[in-house]
């Protein structure tokens, strides 16, 4: 797995170079230090993975994200970050981030973003607890408006909770690629891009 690193404190990303390259699997490509350079690298090296804080000069993380993502709809953002604000979640959610972790859980950086390439959304604790609050309509949906059955209501609700298509076989008694067709069928029948939408509109129509 390849990654680009960008954070505007030179001190931390290079900590975190170093730590993340202590693991064989792991090879950070390049090094920036604002949201303008993480879209040029992003460019240049067409990484697995761009971990990106979200606080930057020139150009927000999250700016950076929305450019990256509008001419690569196939990259995979996992944002690193002091900032647990609620805005900032709910926009990282939006641009279609992968994933939304706190430096205080530097320690599972590497394991979060194996997991984000391996095709998961990766949200921190603290993160995860906030969801349900910030994405809440009170509203509700039908999902027979949209002619969702009652089995993909199921897998709905197990890739909001984060199950991968291999858990969420194991818990319905299907195969991975019965799943995998499910979860596509649904994101057609909902007009959605990917699974982070899908639990995006989980928990804003629940």
Same mark, same amino acid.
């Given at each position: 797995?390849?990654?680009?690193?960008? &954070?505007?404190?030179?001190?931390?990303?290079?900590?975190? +170079?170093?730590?993340?390259? %202590? =693991?064989?699997?792991?090879?950070?490509?390049?090094?920036?230090?604002?949201?303008?350079?993480?879209?040029?690298?992003?460019?240049?090296?067409?990484? &697995?993975?761009?971990?990106? !804080?979200?606080?930057?000069? #020139? +150009? %927000?993380?999250?700016?950076? *994200?929305?450019?990256?993502?509008? !001419? !690569?709809? =196939? *990259?995979?953002?996992?944002?690193?970050?002091?900032?647990?604000?609620?805005?900032?979640?709910?926009?990282?959610?939006?641009?279609?981030?992968?994933?939304?972790?706190? +430096?205080?859980? $530097?320690?599972?950086?590497? /394991?979060?973003?194996?997991?984000?390439?391996?095709?998961?959304?990766? $949200?921190?604790? =603290?993160?995860?607890?906030?969801?349900? /609050?910030?994405?809440?309509?009170?509203?509700?949906?039908?999902?027979?408006?949209?002619?969702?059955? #009652?089995?993909?209501?199921?897998?709905?609700?197990?890739? *909001?909770?984060?199950?991968?298509? +291999?858990?969420?076989?194991?818990?319905?008694?299907?195969?991975?690629? /019965?799943?995998?067709?499910?979860?596509?069928?649904?994101?057609?029948?909902?007009?959605?891009?990917?699974?982070?939408?899908?639990?995006?509109?989980?928990?804003?129509?629940?």
């Amino acid at each position: 797995m390849n990654l680009i690193l960008v &954070d505007d404190d030179a001190i931390v990303s290079a900590a975190l +170079k170093t730590i993340l390259e %202590t =693991d064989p699997e792991i090879q950070v490509l390049a090094v920036g230090h604002n949201g303008n350079e993480a879209v040029s690298l992003h460019k240049k090296y067409k990484p &697995d993975i761009a971990l990106l !804080d979200i606080q930057m000069p #020139e +150009k %927000t993380g999250l700016e950076a *994200a929305k450019e990256i993502l509008s !001419d !690569d709809a =196939d *990259a995979k953002i996992l944002f690193l970050t002091t900032f647990s604000d609620n805005e900032f979640i709910v926009q990282a959610l939006h641009i279609g981030a992968k994933g939304y972790i706190l +430096k205080q859980d $530097f320690a599972s950086v590497a /394991t979060a973003l194996k997991a984000v390439v391996s095709g998961q959304n990766v $949200f921190g604790a =603290d993160i995860v607890s906030k969801l349900p /609050t910030l994405l809440h309509n009170a509203k509700g949906i039908d999902y027979k408006e949209f002619g969702i059955s #009652e089995k993909e209501e199921q897998i709905i609700t197990l890739v *909001a909770e984060g199950l991968n298509n +291999k858990e969420i076989s194991k818990e319905l008694f299907l195969s991975d690629g /019965t799943v995998q067709n499910y979860v596509s069928t649904i994101l057609s029948k909902l007009g959605l891009r990917d699974r982070t939408q899908l639990a995006i509109f989980y928990y804003q129509n629940r």
